[in-house]
């Protein structure tokens, strides 16, 4: 079952400019994870967010929680043709399981 | 490291073979996903284990899918008798404990004709 619902499912900008994709899900977590997938290869963790944090820093990506609305967002900033990819949210719900449940993505096209 | 290994990369069976697929988590991850793809489906998680030891085996459609892990260093997800609607691609990924994401491996892609 799908937990997470990225939005919007497709973005096409302009090198340089930067990209939001924001996030929803249903139930409590203890983290919410944030991959990339490049076309025909396999899923790299990009960011991890814990339940009591709000905010995270990598690089030229940041990321952010709010528990209240249950939803994050992920902005790339002066984005590059090489981050043109499939982003998916996926969230650890409460509680012992590790199981992860993803979104369907969002497709990110960064034109030169 | 080398990353997570699976094989093979490709496959494609007729429908009612035995299909196995083989993957090698990175060394010292205590825990290890089988998921599937699909563009109509997206992620699926099949089943995880933690220490060798199925945890989650929820996802798993039918019989006809099992999955083992012999040794930390090891597991292997069997179709049989595989049919063509389990055509997607088949992810393994590991990771250690729940602090740091998990490493995905290339998946592999399955059709069955």
């Known amino acids: 079952s799908q937990q997470g619902e990225e939005d919007p499912q497709a973005l096409s900008i302009q090198e340089g400019e930067n990209a939001t994709m924001n996030c929803s899900y249903k139930?409590?977590?203890?983290?919410l994870q944030w991959y990339r997938q490049n076309s025909g290869r396999g899923l790299v963790h990009l960011i991890l967010?814990?339940?009591n944090e709000r905010e995270k820093h990598s690089g030229r990506l940041r990321v952010t929680l709010d528990t209240s609305k249950k939803s994050s967002s992920l902005l790339i900033t002066a984005s590059r043709a090489a981050d043109t990819a499939s982003y998916f949210c996926?969230?650890?719900?409460?509680?012992?399981?590790?199981?992860?449940?993803w979104g369907l993505g969002t497709s990110l096209a960064v034109n030169p | 490291d080398a990353g997570v290994i699976q094989s093979p990369r490709h496959e494609v069976t007729e429908m009612g073979q035995e299909v196995t697929l083989r993957c090698k988590p990175i060394?010292?991850?205590?825990?290890l996903f089988w998921y599937r793809q699909t563009m109509m489906r997206g992620l699926e998680l099949l089943i995880y284990?933690?220490?060798?030891?199925?945890?989650?085996d929820s996802g798993m459609p039918e019989d006809r899918f099992s999955a083992k892990m012999p040794n930390a260093s090891f597991s292997t997800l069997k179709i049989q008798p595989s049919e063509p609607r389990d055509s997607a691609v088949y992810f393994c990924a590991s990771g250690y404990g729940t602090a740091y994401g998990y490493t995905f491996g290339s998946g592999t892609r399955l059709t069955v004709v």
């Open positions: 284990f933690n220490n060798n030891v199925p945890i989650d």
């Open positions: 060394s010292g991850h205590d825990y």
């Open positions: 139930t409590s977590i203890n983290n």
């Open positions: 996926a969230t650890e719900a409460a509680g012992n399981n590790r199981k992860l449940i």
């Open positions: 967010i814990r339940s």
